[in-house]
């Protein structure tokens, strides 16, 4: 089993308090972990250092590299010269591996901490008991709320693994996601599993020239990758690419309550709430405030006549 975490994306979900461009695998929670080591705390249960790779971009790596190692040394990271979205660097690090064309590999994103572990463990299972279909799977959590900022996966038809995954939905209109929260449809949790050969020959299908052209040669003795086949690439997400794919992907189930640590939503949801249902950090005086998130850093923050803010 193989494991490629993607240490990806900008986050902004949380503007003005992490900076508009704090990269969400740098931002820690209060104990001061990061979701990148969450994510490889609970992976390092499940597997040997050698069957984890992370891909990362060139602005991040050094970082990554040093968040990593307070977990286990000598970390494969392979390096972006740029930050591509996720379809291309799932094909990236899919190259890397491509060799183990039998071994079942799980994609996953670095947003996971200690409390997933065992809904974790329990998706490798399945992964690994249905990946000798040839199929892929998604991982799906049920929606909590509606949520414009999400990806959904619109279900389809029932098969042995799960439902079909008939439509991939990013950033959905209120009207379009409060249906599908609805219609017992899921979030993507960017979780996908499978064998190597089944996503090659999804990538060979969808994408064939940037298949062809990707090899593991792409990549230099220090596993960066380099600059000039990255540059001529388009932007994909791993929406699109695992849309495209001739057969379609099944859904697993991932009891999660949440589908991202870092958005107000989930800071909402899993904080301590007072008698009001504010949840409040720092040094804060309120008013007849109730339903809201509160964050003062060091200054005194005074509240009076609020309803559901931040």
């Known amino acids: 089993m193989k494991y490629i975490i993607t240490a990806e994306g900008i986050g902004n979900k949380l503007w003005p308090l992490n900076g508009m461009n704090a990269r969400k695998i740098i931002k820690k929670d209060k104990k001061g972990k990061t979701l990148l080591q969450h994510t490889y705390s609970v992976l390092a249960e499940l597997?040997?250092?050698?069957?984890?790779?992370?891909?990362?971009?060139?602005?991040?790596?050094?970082?990554?590299?040093?968040?990593?190692?307070?977990?286990?040394?000598?970390?494969?990271?392979?390096?972006?010269?740029?930050?591509?979205?996720?379809?291309?660097?799932?094909?990236?690090?899919?190259?890397?591996?491509?060799?183990?064309?039998?071994?079942?590999?799980?994609?996953?994103?670095?947003?996971?901490?200690?409390?997933?572990?065992?809904?974790?463990?329990?998706?490798?299972?399945?992964?690994?008991?249905?990946?000798?279909?040839?199929?892929?799977?998604?991982?799906?959590?049920?929606?909590?709320?509606?949520?414009?900022?999400?990806?959904?996966?619109?279900?389809?038809?029932?098969?042995?693994?799960?439902?079909?995954?008939?439509?991939?939905?990013?950033?959905?209109?209120?009207k379009t996601a409060e249906a599908l929260t609805a219609g017992g449809n899921y979030w993507n949790s960017g979780i996908y599993g499978g064998k190597v050969s089944a996503f090659t020959k999804m990538f060979n299908k969808c994408l064939p020239e940037l298949s062809k052209k990707f090899t593991k040669e792409m990549f230099n003795d220090k596993n960066q990758i380099k600059y000039e086949l990255y540059d001529c690439t388009k932007e994909l997400t791993r929406e699109s690419v695992i849309e495209k794919k001739p057969e379609k992907a099944v859904i697993l189930d991932l009891n999660l309550r949440r589908k991202d640590y870092y958005t107000w939503e989930n800071i909402y949801l899993q904080g301590e709430k007072d008698k009001n249902k504010n949840v409040i950090y720092g040094n804060v005086i309120t008013n007849d405030v109730k339903n809201s998130i509160i964050y003062s850093s060091k200054e005194l923050v005074s509240v009076t006549d609020a309803d559901n803010i931040v």
Do not use: H, W
């Not at 597997?47 to 040093?66: G, Q």
């Not at 494969?76 to 740029?82: G, N, Q, V, W």
């Open 47 to 174: 597997a040997k250092p050698k069957d984890i790779i992370t891909i990362a971009d060139i602005l991040d790596v050094n970082e990554v590299k040093k968040e990593i190692e307070t977990i286990f040394k000598n970390p494969i990271i392979l390096t972006e010269p740029m930050d591509k979205l996720s379809g291309i660097r799932i094909l990236s690090a899919l190259k890397y591996i491509e060799n183990k064309r039998d071994e079942t590999v799980i994609i996953i994103p670095s947003l996971f901490g200690p409390e997933d572990k065992n809904e974790i463990k329990l998706l490798t299972e399945k992964i690994k008991k249905y990946a000798k279909t040839g199929k892929i799977f998604a991982a799906g959590i049920k929606p909590l709320y509606a949520d414009t900022a999400a990806s959904y996966i619109k279900c389809g038809e029932q098969v042995s693994e799960g439902k079909i995954a008939e439509k991939f939905i990013v950033n959905p209109s209120l």
